[in-house]
């Protein structure tokens, strides 16, 4: 199993969200983020944070860093590395599973992730057997698209989907994000998108949007549980 960050916001956690790290950094990264989000307190979550394995990065010169999968050239969405891809989706999903162990409803979990992490979280929601509250795809973009048709859970076509990204991201073109968003559409997902003028990074607006966001897919799930 991926080591990881695991931390609680209160007792007795409702549910449980995994966040994956994008390329170069760790579990780490968006720990912070858990206090920033000011979650209420009716509502304890359980957050995961899986590092990604270390790999040799071809774009990066062949240097090994934590990476869910190769990048091989700036056109993300050439010549994608689907081994490494599935490789990360396998190991998301036994993280999943785990969850399943402790008792945690499928479709009280969220699966989010930035930039590399994003992709995987995208990757295995619209592919997972059972029902998810949600994916959060932080600047980001659609991996193996050309499967989703031949491969998408039925349980999940319903499955809510939160994409953000920044205009003035150098790293993932605004209009590989939009693609993806019209490719999901396509495929008749429920895509809420927001932009804003940021670089590949989150800006405040953009932790409000996700914590509301957090919070409304957990607050109908209790209720009706």
Known sequence: MLEHIELTTGPDPKGTVIWMHGLGADGW???SIVKELQLPDDLPLRFIFPHAPT????INNGYVMRAWYDISMAELQRLPDERGIRESQKQIEELLEREYSRGVASDKIVLAGFSQGGAIALQTGLRH???LAGVMALSTYLTLGDSLAAEASAV???IPILMVHGSQDPIIPLT???QSRDTLKQHGYS????DYPMPHSVCMEEVEVIAAWIVDRYKSRILLA
């Not at 790999?55 to 071809?58: D, E, K, S, Y």
């Not at 895509?191 to 927001?194: E, F, I, P, Q, S």
């Open 129 to 131: 057997a059972k029902p």
């Open 29 to 31: 990264d968006f720990v």
């Open 176 to 178: 590989l994000a939009e």
């Open 191 to 194: 895509v809420r998108w927001h």
């Open 55 to 58: 790999r040799p990065v071809t």
């Open 156 to 158: 999940n076509k319903n």
